[in-house]
Each structure stands twice: as structure tokens, then as C-alpha cells.
């Protein structure tokens, strides 16, 4: 297990006029989470916010009807990560819906194109005389303005679906729909690319219903919502209560078997029966493999997988997709220890390390070194960034995932401002950024780096913490209880799955699978013996039966040889004492 964390416990809001109906452990949990009102519980979609506030979708419905109404080509340019995939198969799915007929995607390469619309893919588009008469950005382009420029001198018209911070200006593009950007009143600034996109398609079927000018039947654009939930989960994004409505509708889908062949092979090929899946499923088991296609190769094999329109086409291209995961992980494991020995070199304890990490080796993969610096943050809790060398061997490429209480988008146009022209390209959201720099910089960048961390952080916001909802009373440590926290979601990033802590005498423990620690433990206040497991301890771990341990877990439901039972599931764990 990693080095001690200090376990701090949410706040209780003190819980009057609503939520009468709940258990109390839920009203606790939701009160907890920022929940006032029984409206924030309800999902459907009549409390989705209006697309009509989003400023520019009025141009950008008025553009597409008229390609629609004029069947001309439209060109859809994603993004090589699961909300850029899923945003893809929206639009593509969606304007066919509607009524277009010639609607086509590209993926840029991680590799040979980098990260959105630039002016490398249009020349591209153009050397192999597939230009479009529009072209449609997802989950990217807010930045792209040399991108647009090559696309409207050769006579390409753009809309920007988007979701990432804006710079200083704005690309010149026919529309840009962006919750982020200057000026949008949209009330949630917390939607996902996918989110975006599926709000423009609402607004086109609006549009084009007023106009008598709708498919028939009516095209239901709900069956999209599998889609738009995964997008939403995999990209990490709040769930604001928009947000847990996208997630919740597509989660209902999937259950009832629903969702598109591809999501369903993805499940299948990972052992997750669908009829229970939860919104963790969606983050941790079907995103991996979904990225795993962009990280290793091309997510144009992702995005074909979520279009499939049969279960064996689906299923062949999610064992591809599982395959790769399997490989990234592998490339992970072998990156991370290179990672930990450069560690090692820089410091020989944590608190000798520069508050701003900015790691490189020569052989790190690019399309594994954002999950390679979450991996080092959590391990240190700094912000850290992981480089790869770029093909032009000239530059390198980063990613970087921050802590709390530092806003890595902010840091690093800090980093810009201080020393203009070091960084030669950046974007990204409060947690998670990419960037290029030049090879010869990587010292002066690491220098600049740190610094604007310490300037933005205090000493206390480097020590690891866990947060949880306080302990369980004995009688809801229970089957029950799983089963209500499973059901009462969906729980994600900024509407955090409950989490609890408490004392336990350790009956017995073992390693099982070289790694991870097997339990049996019982309440120090009595009560039954419940089986526990924490995932990926190592093999060395100390003798929790002589101390008994504190536990920070989930209660969860472990079906084995046709039993269920209660299982902790041990995010965190320390001796008494």
C-alpha cells in the first residue's frame, strides 16, 4: 500500500424538506454531495437544461438544415480518446438519422497528426479528394484556428462542437457551439464533447421539425443516449445534475440490453453481464478498451466498433479493442517502473522531489503517457507530467494531470506567460492537459514548471488525502447496502461513490494474484466477519492481524460459485495505532 494519507470526512448538512422517501444513509450521502431538492434526484429528461442557450447553436442548426436540405458532404473530426469517439459516432449517427446522406468521419493520428483539426488534415483531405462541404468538429477545435483558416481559404466551411477552455481568441469558423466558451449562458459548463454534440442534434431535430422537414417516422435521438453516457463518464467530467441525466438514461439503456452492438461486445469481451453495470463500469472497464484503440494504433477501429450495426461485427472489433488494451497495459507496468527509477535518481524521499514534476524517456509511448502520469500523481500527489519524444525528434510531447487545488490549464499559460515562446502548443481542462515542447527545453520547462506550482500551492496541498463519507453503523454494513449504494447513483467525478472509513480487527490476510491483498475482518465493535479485498497492494505488505487496520472501502456485493455476498472493496487501508 502507498505511503499514509491523512482520511478527512465530507461535512453533514444537516437534511429538512425533501428527500422524505429515502433511506437515510442516501439522504446523508446526496445531502453530502450538494443535493437540496428532490429535483436534483429526478432524471428524466425533461430536466435536461435547453440547447437553446447555447450560443452559436442557432447558426450551427441553420448551416447543417441547409446541408441536409441540399444533401451535400459533411465531414465529422473527432478525437482520439473515448469522448472523442463516442462524439463521432453521435454526429455520424445523428445527422444520418436526420436525414443526411453523405456523412463521413476522420480521426487525426495521435501519432502523425496530433491533437484536432489542423492544417495537416486538410491538405490531407485534400491530396485524397475527399474535402468536404463541411466540416464539423467534436470534442475539439476551440483552438484550431490555423486549422480553420486552411479549411475556409479552400472553400470549406467549419462548425466547432467543443467543450475544452478557450484561449484569448476565438478560431473564424462558420458556428462554434462550446458551453465554455465567452459568453454561453449555458447553465452546464460541465458537458462532455459528446454532451455538446447531442445538444446540437436536438436543436437540428427542433429546426427541421418546425420546418415539416423531419424523417418519418420521427427519428428518436434517445437511442443515442448509450453513447453520450460513456463519453460523459470515460472523459471525467463533473456530473452536475445534467450530467447524472445523460449518464442515468444511458445506463438505463444499456441494462435493458438497448445499447448499440458495440458497447454490449465491450462488456461482453471484459465478462460484465449488462443487466448490472453502473456508471464505474463505464469508466473503468469499456472506456479503457475504447482509448486503448487511440492510445496504440487508430480509434477510427473504436468508433467503428460503437457504429457496428451486428453483434458479430461488434464483437470482433471489441476483442481488437480488448487486445490493445491488453497490450497498453503491458507497455503501462514497464513505463511506470522506468518511471519510478527516475524517481528514485531525482530524490530518495518524496519530500526532496520538485512540487511540479516533469518526467521523460526516450522510449515512453505517447499514447500511454496520460495514464503513466496519473499513475506517478497518485503515487507522489504532485502534479505531474509525462514526455514522449515527438516523430520530428525535435519535440516532445506531454500530458499532465494536476491535484486538487491546481488548475493545470491555468499553470501551464502561467508557464507561457513567464516564458513566452517555451511551450509551443497547450490546452486542456483543470485536470488534464497536453502540450509540446521543443527537446532542447525539457530543463527550462521543468524549472518553469515547478516554480508555478509553488507559487500556486501550499506544502499542505502535497499531502495525500482521502475523503470519505464517515463509518457505517454495524447494521448497514450489509448485502442490502451494497445493493442500495449500487442502484442509487450513478455516482462519478465531483458526485463522488460513497466511501467509508472504520476500524477492524484483521481475522486473516493473504496475497492473492501476486498483488492484491485478501481480507477477512470484523468491526472492532463486533459483529460478522466480512470478506475484503484491496486491489494492487504488492506483495509486501505489513501484518495487519497483529495490528488490525483502518479501512477506507465500498460495500459491494461479490457473487462466487452462485453465493453473493458482502465484500469491502479496500481503497485504503493502515495499521491501528
Known amino acids: 500500500m502507498p505511503e499514509r494519507k491523512k482520511i478527512l470526512r465530507r461535512p453533514q448538512p444537516e437534511v429538512s424538506g425533501w428527500g422524505q422517501g429515502l433511506p437515510p444513509l442516501l439522504r446523508r450521502l446526496y445531502a453530502a454531495r450538494g443535493v437540496t431538492s428532490d429535483e436534483q434526484l429526478s432524471y428524466t429528461l425533461k430536466h435536461l437544461a435547453s440547447p437553446l442557450s447555447l450560443h452559436g447553436i442557432d447558426r450551427a442548426v441553420e448551416l447543417l438544415a441547409q446541408v441536409i436540405r441540399d444533401q451535400q458532404t459533411v465531414m465529422v473530426l473527432g478525437d482520439f480518446d473515448a469522448d472523442g469517439a463516442t462524439s463521432t459516432s453521435v454526429a455520424v449517427l445523428g445527422l444520418g438519422m436526420l436525414g443526411l446522406q453523405s456523412v463521413d468521419f476522420r480521426v487525426p493520428s495521435r501519432f502523425a497528426d496530433g491533437y484536432g483539426l489542423t492544417p495537416g488534415i486538410i491538405h490531407r483531405l485534400q491530396e485524397e479528394g475527399e474535402l468536404p462541404d463541411l466540416l464539423i468538429t467534436v470534442d475539439n477545435g476551440i483552438s484550431a484556428h490555423e486549422g480553420v483558416r486552411a479549411a475556409r481559404e479552400l ?41 455538446v454534440i447531442f445538444y446540437v442534434l436536438t436543436a437540428l431535430r427542433k429546426h427541421l421539425r418546425e420546418q415539416g422537414r423531419l424523417p418519418v417516422p420521427e427519428p428518436n435521438l434517445g437511442t443515442l443516449l448509450d453513447l453520450v453516457a460513456l463519453g460523459t463518464v470515460a472523459d471525467v467530467v463533473p456530473l452536475d445534475h445534467n450530467n447524472r441525466i445523460f449518464v442515468e438514461q444511458g ?26 453495470i453502473s456508471a464505474t463500469d463505464l469508466g473503468f472497464v469499456v472506456g479503457p478498451r475504447l482509448n486503448a484503440a487511440g492510445r496504440l494504433d487508430d480509434m477510427s477501429i473504436g468508433i467503428a466498433c460503437l457504429l457496428a450495426d451486428n453483434r458479430d461485427e ?37 519530500e526532496g522531489l520538485p512540487w511540479g514534476l516533469a518526467l521523460f524517456d526516450e522510449d515512453w509511448h505517447q499514447g500511454v503517457i496520460g495514464i503513466l502520469a496519473a499513475r506517478i500523481r497518485e503515487q507522489t500527489h504532485r502534479p505531474t507530467i509525462a514526455f514522449a ?49 521543443a527537446r532542447e527545453d525539457l530543463q527550462r520547462f521543468s524549472e518553469a514548471f515547478d516554480f508555478v506550482v509553488r507559487q500556486a500551492l501550499d506544502a499542505s496541498d502535497l499531502e495525500a488525502a482521502i475523503t470519505t463519507d464517515g463509518p457505517l453503523a454495524l447494521a448497514e454494513l450489509s448485502l442490502d447496502t451494497a445493493f442500495l449504494l449500487r442502484k442509487a447513483g450513478p455516482w462519478g467525478q465531483h458526485f463522488p461513490e460513497p466511501l467509508f472509513d472504520g476500524d477492524f ?64 472493496l479496500v481503497d485504503y487501508l493502515e495499521p491501528l495505532g
Open 155 to 195: 472553400g470549406v466551411r467549419t462548425i466547432i462542437t467543443d467543450h475544452h477552455l478557450a484561449g484569448e481568441t476565438l478560431p473564424e469558423a462558420e458556428a462554434i457551439v462550446n458551453p465554455n466558451q465567452p459568453g454561453c449562458p449555458f447553465l452546464s459548463k460541465n458537458a462532455a464533447g459528446v454532451g
Open 314 to 350: 461488434a464483437l470482433r472489433l471489441a476483442r481488437e479493442l480488448d487486445n490493445f488494451n491488453r497490450e497498453r497495459r503491458s507497455i503501462e507496468r514497464e513505463m511506470k517502473t522506468q518511471a519510478q527509477d527516475l524517481l528514485a535518481s531525482m530524490s530518495l524521499d518524496v
Open 389 to 437: 519524444p515527438d516523430e520530428d525528434g525535435q519535440h516532445l510531447k506531454g500530458s499532465a494531470r494536476s491535484i486538487p487545488g491546481l488548475h493545470i490549464r491555468d499553470a501551464l499559460a502561467d508557464v507561457a506567460t513567464r516564458s513566452p515562446g517555451l511551450l509551443k502548443k497547450f490546452g486542456g481542462h483543470a485536470m488534464a492537459a497536453g502540450m509540446t515542447i
Open 505 to 568: 480487527q484483521v481475522i486473516n490476510q493473504r496475497i492473492v494474484g501476486e498483488n492484491h491483498l485478501k481480507l477477512t475482518v470484523q468491526p472492532s465493535g463486533g459483529g460478522q466477519l466480512i470478506d475484503g479485498i484491496a486491489f494492487n497492494t504488492g506483495p509486501e505488505v505489513p501484518d495487519y492481524t497483529r495490528t488490525g487496520a483502518r479501512l477506507v472501502y465500498k460495500p459491494d456485493a461479490n457473487t462466487f460459485r452462485g453465493r453473493t455476498n458482502l465484500q469491502l
Open 251 to 276: 445506463l438505463r439503456r444499456i441494462r435493458q440490453g438497448q445499447a448499440r452492438p458495440g458497447i454490449l461486445a465491450l462488456l461482453e469481451v471484459a465478462g460484465r453481464d449488462h443487466r448490472e
